[in-house]
């Protein structure tokens, strides 16, 4: 199942993320942590969203994404 959607990073303490609309998380029809597969820059990442409750998903932006993402800005 393909899913897409435009994201604000935001950061909690030193890590940043993005809030995954409620309506694509409940495409996936479950709970818990999601594992996923997505791109940036048509770069491949493997990642798990991280539940935080009502259908609420946080995906963190680690080292490898931040990399993938600083040829498009920075995040400050």
């Known amino acids: 199942m393909s899913q ?6 935001h950061k909690a303490g ?13 495409k996936f029809g479950i709970g818990g942590y999601i594992p ?7 770069k491949k990442f493997i990642q798990a969203l991280v539940p935080l409750g009502n259908f609420r ?3 963190y932006i680690n080292t490898y994404m931040r990399q993938l993402q600083k040829s498009m800005s920075e995040i400050k």
């Open 36 to 42: 996923i597969k997505g791109k940036i820059n048509d």
């Open 57 to 59: 998903h946080r995906l």
């Open 14 to 26: 030193i890590n940043p993320y993005v809030d995954v609309p409620a309506n694509i998380i409940k």
């Open 4 to 9: 897409k959607f435009l994201a604000i990073i």
